[in-house]
C-alpha cells in the first residue's frame, strides 16, 4: 500500500500542488502500522520548511517595488538567515536591496525580511 503526502497551497493565482513524502506499508507486522517517530519528525520537518519558503516568498514578492513610485528594487545581494523552528533549523537566502531613489533614505541598501524577522531567530 502506497500513502502519498501532499502540501496543496491554494494563491489568488491557483493552486500548487507539492509531494512532501511517499510511504509504502504492508500489514505484515505490527512495526509497519502507522507512521514511525523518526518518519513523524522527517515529515514535520519538511512540511515546515514548505511552509516557511512558501510565505517568505509571498512576504518578498509584495515588498519587491517602492510603496511610493511603485519601481522594482535593485537587487545588491543575498546572505542566509537561520530560522529556528521546532522542527529544526531552516536556512533560506535573504536578500538585500537597494532603496529607490524617489525618497531620502538613511541607508543605502536594506533586507526586506529584518521587518518581519524582527527577533534574533
Request: aromatic fraction near 8%.
Amino acid at each position: 500500500m502506497k500513502f502519498k503526502i501532499q502540501l496543496v497551497t491554494q494563491t489568488e493565482t491557483g493552486e500548487d500542488i507539492q509531494e512532501l513524502a511517499c510511504l509504502e506499508r504492508e500489514t505484515e507486522g505490527l512495526e509497519e502500522i502507522g507512521i514511525s517517530l523518526t518518519e513523524a519528525k522527517a515529515l514535520l520537518a519538511t512540511l515546515q520548511k514548505q511552509v516557511v519558503e512558501q510565505q517568505l516568498a509571498a512576504y518578498l514578492a509584495v515588498r519587491q517595488r517602492c510603496p511610493e513610485c511603485a519601481q522594482a528594487f535593485r537587487h545588491k545581494d543575498q546572505h542566509p538567515v537561520v530560522f529556528r523552528t521546532l522542527f529544526g533549523n531552516l536556512e533560506f537566502p535573504s536578500p538585500r536591496w537597494f532603496q529607490c531613489a524617489c525618497q531620502p533614505h538613511e541607508t543605502h541598501t536594506f533586507s526586506p525580511l529584518t521587518d518581519l524577522l524582527t527577533e534574533h531567530c
